[in-house]
């Protein structure tokens, strides 16, 4: 079966720990995504990557970093510099950025910082 | 400046018709996407308009009008597992996001 998987579900840190988000996919996408969803807010793009070993920042990149080391990996790290990192963090993927690519979310990770 | 308008919530009744609007004002436009999600769940695609006109689907439909910065999106025969957010997202090169989202519309349907 084919798609994107999160883990944890459900991830609870204390302030001022780093904690790194995973995302893996077998579809064979080339580029991925990583969004943050606060309650009533619309998707905010934290992180994209193209093709490996390379990343662009989104509207929110501050107090969060990835890596693309394979195709089928991007992980986030949430650092202890991020102000406010409890939200529902989502990753996608996408065959490629033309224009008619969709994105493929996978289940999100909810992170609690306590 | 990149800007996405949607009503945040509606209602509709079970077995009827509901449109669901989105306005947009982005410096650049390469095609508008809906996506559906459900409460806790990941977005899953339902349609892409890039040219102006309707687009069917089954019970959905999505109309795009560029030069009025505006689409729709049209649910029919409606069912209880509707209920759910659908998210209007833009594709805008121009700034640090190619997909730009707006805030949701959460559909409530009722009996």
């Known amino acids: 079966d084919g798609g994107i998987t999160q883990s944890p579900k459900y991830l609870f840190r204390k302030e001022g720990q780093n904690v790194t988000l995973s995302c893996e996919q077998n579809?064979?996408?080339?580029?991925m995504y990583w969004y943050r969803q606060d309650p009533g807010q619309g998707l905010r793009l934290i992180y994209y990557s193209q093709i490996v070993n390379d990343f662009q920042k989104g509207d929110i990149a501050e107090g969060y970093s990835v890596s693309r080391e394979k195709k089928e990996s991007f992980p986030l790290t949430v650092t202890s510099a991020q102000k406010n990192p409890t939200a529902f963090y989502l990753c996608?993927?996408?065959?490629?950025?033309?224009?008619?690519?969709?994105?493929?979310f996978g289940p999100g990770t909810r992170l609690t910082v306590l | 400046g990149q800007n996405i308008d949607q009503p945040t919530e509606m209602t509709a009744t079970e077995g009827a018709i509901v449109q669901i609007n989105c306005t947009y004002q982005t410096s650049g436009f390469n095609g508008l996407f809906w996506y559906q999600q459900h409460a806790g769940e990941a977005p899953t695609f339902l349609s892409y308009n890039v040219l102006d006109g309707l687009e069917e689907k089954g019970r959905f439909s999505s109309f795009l009008s560029r030069s009025k910065g505006y689409s729709y999106l049209l649910l029919k025969e409606l069912q209880m597992k509707d209920s759910a957010s659908y998210l209007c997202?833009?594709?805008?090169?121009?700034?640090?996001?190619?997909?730009?989202f707006g805030k949701g519309t959460r559909l409530s349907v009722i009996a």
């Open positions: 579809l064979n996408h080339d580029a």
């Open positions: 997202a833009v594709r805008d090169y121009s700034g640090n996001t190619p997909l730009v």
């Open positions: 996608a993927s996408s065959t490629g950025l033309a224009d008619y690519n969709e994105q493929f």
